[in-house]
């Protein structure tokens, strides 16, 4: 169903914080020369920028007025150059930073990515994708705007306003305070636009974050929209009430943004109303020359050119002190799970597992989820864990995988503390198929492989054999070079799961597990897949989770959890003659299935 309200969106704009800009220093400090340069190039343009007025009324004082036709050739010449001048430092500059800035942004994504890579699970759990990724994107290619532009720029207008004032007080002081008398009523506008212009710019944002929210929504639940006849009302709220809020957020933000500019050009008229009455009177009288004259016109066009960008850089600057500070936010985050530092590589296992006396709850929540295991599995052996939902059975892989670490005990493969190996070492011996297959975007081939790249073609399709994958994939419009899209869209639940279990199986792991791997494939599959696993997992140690407990009747040992203990263990006969837990348990799938 569409989202009635919109969401609460995470935007702030926040003052200028030095913890942040320190840390943008220090990010930028490898490009410090090429910003030396470009503070170089961006003087010589303001420099520039500044003497063009004043090279007009050398032209028109000492030229023209004066009859030397040498002296008006040569500033109209040196005019023309220093305008080329200017030019070539800006084109210089801008492509300069553009490149500092991509390079930044460029080092400071992958910094990003590499932190994602190594976070551990439990951040995942309290951070949704979009936020993510709008740490990543978003927030990042702010700041890549505003090292990129806004830091020269707002130097530049800084510099080139100091400039334009000097100039024209070295002309004429009497003038320059008649352009400066129109300054505090540009800076009282400037702080109620910035005020406007801020609550209009969260709304703006708010609107199109309501707008891709309830757009995604009805994307991904577009089958429940068909089969309920949704598309109607969808549409109807959609245009009515989501859209046209949209619509009616951009007006009035068009409508404060386009009154600046027309109070700034109109005090710009004002200002040079005054000087062309104040300083023509003065010509008349002779106090002043006309090249004064226009010279002044020209500064007062310049002169409001960089207050209207330093308006613009305001919202700029607090974005970024923001957004800066969730990125860094983001990259402070804790990584639970870390290789000791004198952590060993895990040679080849024969796959003995020992869980003793551990207990592991989440940093969230202080209770236990589970307390006090014991469990030794031998080389080999085929261990299926079985409780109720919540029980503790996916967590204890979890812990076997190492994406936790216990609070109290330890476990032990080989003999080894999982605490003193790699991770990598760990789980490179591993596979682990789950409840929801996940399929990269790529070919069926690359899918299969992703667990084992060096793999040659001939073991991807005998993997996908022995699992009973390889008949429909060669049915597929490429076969095995057959694009599945992202998450494997075009694949049945069924297809995806068998893909997932033969990208398990390829990487020859040591210890394999399956999380609920059976749960969404129909019942003729799964028969398909039990028969292959019986043969691929003879010699290697396998945990199952599994409701369906009649697929779990052939394994060497039954752990039953509740509640986070161990209240039972034995072979499928074992437990069913105690008639305990696990009895009910089978009892009742056995009921469920009459």
Known sequence: MAQITPPVEDIQLKGYDPQVTRRLLVIARPYLGQIILAIILMLASALAAVSGPYLVKIALDSGLQAGSLVVLRQTVLLYLLVSVFQWVMNYLRINLMAQVGQSIIFDLRASMFDHLQRLSLSFFSHYSVGRIITRVINDVEVLREFITWAVLATARDIITLVGIIIGMLLMNARLTMLVCIVIPIMLIFTSRFQKRARENYRAVRTAISWVNSVLAENINGVRVVQAFSRQENNFTHFKTVVNHNHLETNLRAASVASAYPAIVELLS???????????????????????????????????FDP?????????????????GERIFAFLDARIDVIDAPDAIQLPTI??????????????????????????????????????????GKSTLVKLLARFHDPIDGRILIDGYDLRSITQSSLRSQMGMVLQDPFLFDGTVRENIRFGRPEATDAEIEAAAAAIGAHDFIQHLRL?????????????????????????ALLAKPRILILDEATSSIDTQTERLIQSALARLLHGRTSLIIAHRLSTLVNADQIVVIQDGVIVEQGTHAELLATQGVYYNLYKLGIDDRT
Do not use: K
């Not at 002043?288 to 226009?294: D, K, R």
């Open 269 to 303: 008229s004002l200002a040079t109303a005054l000087v062309i009455w104040v300083g023509g009177s003065a010509v008349l009288g002779e106090s002043i020359t006309p090249g004064i004259l226009v010279a002044f016109i020209l500064y007062i066009d310049r002169f």
């Open 350 to 391: 024969q796959g003995e597992v020992r869980f003793e006396n551990v207990s592991f709850h989440y940093n969230d929540d202080p209770g236990i989820v589970v307390e006090n295991i014991n469990l030794h599995i031998l080389p080999g052996q085929t261990v299926a864990l079985v409780g109720e939902t919540g029980a």
């Open 479 to 503: 076969g095995y070079d057959t694009p599945v899209e992202e998450g494997g869209a075009l694949l049945s639940v069924g297809q995806r799961q068998l893909i997932s279990f033969a990208r």
């Open 307 to 323: 207050i209207r960008d330093l308006s613009r850089r305001f919202d700029t600057f607090q974005s970024t002190m923001a957004g």
